[in-house]
Structures are given as structure tokens and as C-alpha cells.
């Protein structure tokens, strides 16, 4: 870790309801490292959720999913909606496998109905629940500032000194507005036949700044698998331990953590980089610490056949279940900032419950302050300014007024990002039409959303392994579609 100057940061978050600022810490030349997490406990099973209130007449909710369902747009999927304190909507839907495919034992077995406390692979969700929440801790400690140069953390993303590289800061990486390329390059052997995460992170530390950093919105894992490792080093701790420790269980999220491929116990066997589903007998016995229990992967939704680089791929044309999705995280060993996370409903509502208190400055067990909240879930792009928030409602508002669905971004070239969560941008449909730009959330590409509104209190998971069934639309209109007839149950924002 290089030494850096001392800074101080500020930064101006617009909220619904007001406007907060939050400012940083002076850094000291020499900053210390956070404490490592003690050594956690075995991943097992486990399966309570909180109780749901009723009382609000969600049928149009339940008829979107169904008729999804019926129309083979997803093989299944799990609701759960949050409103004022409670949990006020939580159903499962179709099927968590499909009748035939490969079951625990790896051949093929009838199909297994969708439930409740079904864990998901979160995808790009892992950016704003896990390294995030991490990255902000630390920013917290005085120990990152987000206009800092990212080379002052990990100097090998600059070891040429290049000016153009020299330009991009955290605040880039966190908002996507640095100008790197989008995914490493998956071509030849790396991380195919074993783990290599230090590859992965040589090959993102390497990364084409193919856009002039500040200037434009271009999403890429890249940027995330660097702000996870900056959480490595300064912590010291390995990403998936950090996180287990600080984020999580602080929030009471039991159900959720990364799956990483050499921590997996009881009877199993790895392809690869992937836990192979191959005659599991019933599982009883006891994990150590710091390992996850192959009884999880009864209650993990799969997702697709692995199709990673046939020939050089040992595990290619295999379905995936229990080990992440995406490639890049697969190839690091299933743990890195960009994915890799599994979670419930349950537990993405228990985080966002925890957020919105905490954002409300009700008591909350959410691991950060109410400041740094109000300044990750506000528009912070380079350039940002409170008018941008409000020209964007008027915008998608004018739009419902003349009967059109409102655009993404309610204004052509102007995209809003948080500190890793969305707000105005081509990804931002989950937000449906009702909830106003200024909520905020995110999505995964194997088909699951969380979208958290704090004007309303409420907040709306979707959790679908839409890809498990080739030709799958993405989960985004659909997510979008129930948040509408969430806010019209709820009664809120009338169009």
C-alpha cells in the first residue's frame, strides 16, 4: 500500500425529502490497516424469514409473475416487498428446476417448485450489497477518499505513469465514469482448469481506459473487481471474509454469502473452477470455520450450463448450481467485487429495511452512518449537481402526463449513479414508473433486482434465475412492472 498526502473530502447528496452533506476524514500519510475479521463461523444452512403483515391486496403483483411463469419467461422466481417498517408482500413462484434437468445427484430428476428461502445467484447485485458496503466502511475509517487517484491505492493499475490513467479516481470506478473496458478478456486457459484470482486481478489492474475517465457512463465489472481489491489491501483480509464479517452479519443476513470454490465442504467434487453436481449423498456432518456446506446447494436456484470456452473448459456444458454465473468471478474462484454473492429475499430485505432505517435515522443495524448512506444513494457522478435530480422527475414526469412510459434516463445523456447503486440510467427500468428518480437500486444479470425508494419507505426485491431457460428476456421490465403495481397497491405517487 503507497503512502498519500492528507485530503479532505465533501460531497452533496439530494434527498427526497432534503439535502445532506457528508465530508471525509483527513488521511494520514501512513493509514493503519482495518482489523481483520475473527474467523467465522462454517456456512450452513438456514432457513427463517421474517413474518409478513397483511392486509394490502397485492393480486396484480402475483398475476405478473404468474402469467411470466406460464409464459416460460422464467422458470421461477421470489417477491418479496417492504413498505413502512414491514414486509408487506412475500410469494414464490414456479420452479426453482425445471422437470428433467439434472438434479443434486447430476441426472435427471423431477422438478423442484420455487420457495421462499430459495438462495440466488445476485450477479452484479454483489456491487451495491457486499464491496460497496465494504468500500464505504473504510472510507468511514479515514482509510479511502473518493477522489483520490485509484493509483494511490493500487499502483499497479499505473506503473507506467500514464497520464490518462493517472485521472481516474474511486469516485470514477464507484459511478462507472472511468472510462474502462467494460469485462477482462476471457481468451486462452486462465482460471479454467484451478482458481486464479490473482490473474484476474494482474488482468484488471491492466485494463484498457478506453473512454477519457469522467467523461461518460460505461458500465464494467472491471471497476468493481478494483474497489475489491483495494478492500483487500488495506484490510488484509481476504474480500469474502471481510465482507462475511462486517456487512453481513451485522445485518443479521445468515443466508447470504460468497460460495468461493476452495472453501466448499462435505461431499463434493470440483470441475474445474466449478462444484460439480455428481451423486451427493445426504450431508449431516460438521464444517470448519471459514468453509461453506454442500447442503446449501438443495436451496440454490441454479442458473445456466456453463459455456465458457469449450475445449480448454473442464466444467463446460455443465449446469451451474452453488457456483457463481459469471465467468470472470467463476475464473477468480468465485470471489470478486463485481459478483459472486448468493443470497434470499429474506435477507435483501432485512439490508434494505436496515438501509432505509438508517437513511431515515430511525435505529438501524445497517454498518454505516446515516451521512455516508444519504452520500452513496444520491447522484455522485463526476459533474453531479442537485439539478440534474430534479430536472430528471421533471422529465419523467412530463412524460406520464402525455401517456408515454418515462425514458432511461428520463434525460437523454445525463445518467445518475450513487456510490454502486443506480438511479438514472439505461439500467434503471426496476424502477417501474411510479417510484421517482431519486430512488435507487440495482440489478444482476442472471435475473435478479432490488429497488429501495426512501420517500415512500418501501423497497421491492426480485429474485429469478431467468437465465436457467435459454432464450429468457431480462428480468429488467418485468421487475419494473411489479414495482408499478407495488407503488399503485401501496397508493402511492397516483399517475
Not at 432457513?47 to 402469467?67: E, H, I, K, N, Y
Not at 493499475?157 to 473496458?181: E, K
Not at 468453509?291 to 449446469?319: H, M, V
Not at 431515515?360 to 444513494?377: E, H, I, N, V
Request: with cysteine; glycine share 10%.
Amino acid at each position: 500500500m503507497s503512502r498519500w498526502r492528507i485530503a479532505r473530502v465533501c460531497a452533496v447528496g439530494l434527498l427526497t425529502l432534503g439535502v445532506l452533506s457528508s465530508c471525509g476524514h483527513p488521511v494520514p500519510d501512513a493509514p493503519p490497516r482495518a482489523v481483520p475479521p475473527a474467523p467465522s463461523a462454517a456456512v450452513t444452512p438456514g432457513t427463517s424469514t421474517a413474518a409478513v403483515t397483511p392486509g394490502t391486496d397485492f393480486t396484480a403483483v402475483s398475476r405478473l409473475m404468474q402469467d411470466a411463469v406460464a409464459a416460460h419467461r422464467l422458470p421461477g422466481a421470489v417477491v418479496q416487498i417492504g413498505h413502512a417498517g414491514n414486509i408487506v408482500y412475500r410469494h414464490a413462484f414456479g420452479s426453482r428446476k425445471l422437470d428433467g434437468e439434472p438434479g443434486l445427484n447430476g441426472s435427471p430428476a423431477p422438478a423442484e417448485p420455487m420457495t421462499e428461502d430459495t438462495l440466488f445467484d445476485l450477479a452484479s447485485l454483489t456491487k451495491s450489497v457486499a464491496t460497496s458496503t465494504a468500500l464505504f466502511q473504510l472510507y468511514e475509517q479515514g482509510l479511502v477518499r473518493i477522489d483520490e487517484p485509484v493509483q494511490s491505492y493500487l499502483p499497479e493499475f499505473n506503473p507506467a505513469h500514464d497520464p490518462r490513467r493517472a485521472q481516474v479516481t474511486l469516485r470514477m470506478l464507484l459511478t462507472h465514469f472511468s472510462g474502462i473496458a467494460g469485462d477482462l478478456s476471457l481468451d486462452g486457459p486462465w482460471g479454467l482448469d484451478r482458481p486464479a484470482k490473482d490473474e484476474g486481478v494482474r488482468r484488471a489492474l491492466a485494463a484498457w481506459v478506453v473512454f477519457e475517465p469522467g467523461t461518460v457512463f460505461h458500465y464494467s465489472d472491471i471497476n468493481f473487481i478494483l474497489v475489491g481489491a483495494i478492500v483487500e489491501n488495506i484490510t488484509g483480509a481476504p474480500l469474502d471474509s471481510y465482507i462475511e464479517e462486517h456487512v453481513f452479519a451485522p445485518l443479521g443476513m445468515a443466508d447470504t454469502h460468497y460460495l468461493p470454490v476452495d472453501k466448499v465442504c462435505g461431499p463434493h467434487r470440483v470441475r474445474g473452477t466449478a462444484v460439480a453436481l455428481d451423486g451427493y449423498p445426504p450431508w449431516v456432518g460438521q464444517c470448519p470455520a471459514g468453509t461453506w456446506s454442500t447442503k446449501l446447494l438443495a436451496r440454490i436456484a441454479p442458473t445456466a450450463l456453463d459455456e465458457d470456452t469449450p475445449g480448454l473448459n473442464p466444467d463446460y456444458g455443465f449446469p451451474l448450481r452453488g457456483t457463481v454465473h459469471d465467468p470472470t468471478a467463476r475464473r477468480m474462484g468465485g470471489v470478486s467485487g463485481s459478483a459472486g454473492v448468493f443470497s434470499t429475499v429474506d435477507d435483501l430485505g432485512r439490508f434494505a429495511q436496515a438501509l432505509l432505517d438508517g437513511l431515515a435515522g430511525r435505529p438501524s443495524t445497517f454498518p454505516l452512518k446515516q451521512s455516508t448512506l444519504a452520500l452513496m444513494t444520491t447522484p455522485q457522478q463526476p459533474g453531479h449537481t442537485p439539478e440534474q435530480l430534479v430536472a430528471a422527475n421533471a422529465a419523467a414526469r412530463q412524460a406520464l402526463r402525455t401517456g408515454s412510459e418515462p425514458n432511461h434516463p428520463a434525460i437523454a445523456g445525463q445518467d445518475l449513479r450513487g456510490f454502486g447503486w443506480d438511479i438514472d440510467t439505461p439500467h434503471s427500468r426496476p424502477r417501474g414508473i411510479l417510484f421517482p428518480v431519486g430512488s435507487f437500486g440495482h440489478t444482476g444479470f442472471t435475473g435478479v433486482t432490488l429497488w429501495i425508494d426512501p420517500g415512500s419507505d418501501t423497497y421491492v426485491v426480485v429474485l429469478a434465475n431467468v437465465i436457467h431457460q435459454r432464450g429468457g428476456p431480462p428480468i429488467t421490465g418485468l421487475s419494473g412492472a411489479v414495482a408499478t403495481e407495488a407503488a399503485r397497491a401501496l397508493r402511492l405517487y397516483r399517475n
